[in-house]
């Protein structure tokens, strides 16, 4: 068992990241809070796009572990960070809440999702769960020797190689969605990182964020949630 697991099953203590609002919407549907997890590694690699990659899979497999550990049934509200500590050298953290559903089947494995709480409550209730946490990622190069020739004007280039990558790693995203034998995928987040390379070149990373759904049940998806009533 992972020391940090072992900590929390001799202690007894239940820790959770999540807010108010989530932890009620959590609990609403039947998931219990029992425990913060976490994965982290610190990994070098020359190659930016496969560096990240890998930094990302090693933590969430580290951060399901934790929650194995646990006897979790999912991991909600992932917030995932990467820290630059050299040219080439990444941190990369994931922390999450793991929670244990009070009844119904169990899983195969932990489930894993970046939405919070009350999102995990909608999507139950109509009829669909969290499969995985997906993450798309692509990058590249590109030059134009006369780039520097037309002051003021698109450089086509440049935008040509960001609309690529974007396109590649949504691509990507799509790909690790049906290879969880998921349903579908909601995207929560895009990020499109692009800098020179001298005076005639252009690099440009890409990432989609987001989560794997599975559909279990009929049912049209809430519209309007309350998951905080006013004790007046």
Not at 41 to 48: H, I, K, M, N, T
Not at 65 to 77: C, F, H, N, R
Not at 95 to 107: C, K
Not at 142 to 154: N, S
Request: charged share 15%.
């Amino acid at each position: 068992m992972h020391p940090r697991a072992r900590r929390y099953t001799t202690s007894g203590l239940r820790t959770s990241l999540l807010s108010v609002p989530g932890a009620v919407g959590a609990e609403a549907v039947g998931l219990r809070p029992v425990g913060e997890v976490m994965g982290c590694v610190v990994a070098q690699s020359e190659d930016l796009v496969a560096g990240l990659r890998h930094g990302y899979a090693t933590a969430l497999d580290r951060l399901r572990a934790e929650a194995t550990a646990l006897g979790a049934d999912g991991v909600l509200a992932i917030g995932c960070t990467v820290t630059r500590v050299s040219a080439t050298v990444r941190e990369f953290v994931v922390l999450g809440t793991a929670v244990r559903a009070v009844r119904g089947r169990r899983p195969g494995r932990p489930f894993t999702t970046g939405l919070p709480g009350p999102d995990v409550a909608k999507l139950l209730l109509a009829g669909w769960v969290p499969v995985t946490l997906a993450i798309g990622i692509d990058g590249g190069t590109a030059y134009d020797l006369a780039m520097t020739d037309r002051p003021g004007v698109e450089a086509p280039m440049p935008t040509e190689l960001v609309t690529r990558v974007r396109a590649a790693a949504r691509a990507e995203f799509g790909n690790v969605v049906a290879g969880s034998g998921a349903d579908g995928g909601l995207v929560t987040s895009t990020t499109v990182r692009a800098w020179a390379l001298g005076n005639t070149g252009a690099a440009a990373v890409a990432s989609v964020f987001g989560t794997a759904i599975a559909r279990f049940g009929d049912g049209a998806a809430p519209t309007t949630a309350r998951g905080v009533l006013p004790l007046g």
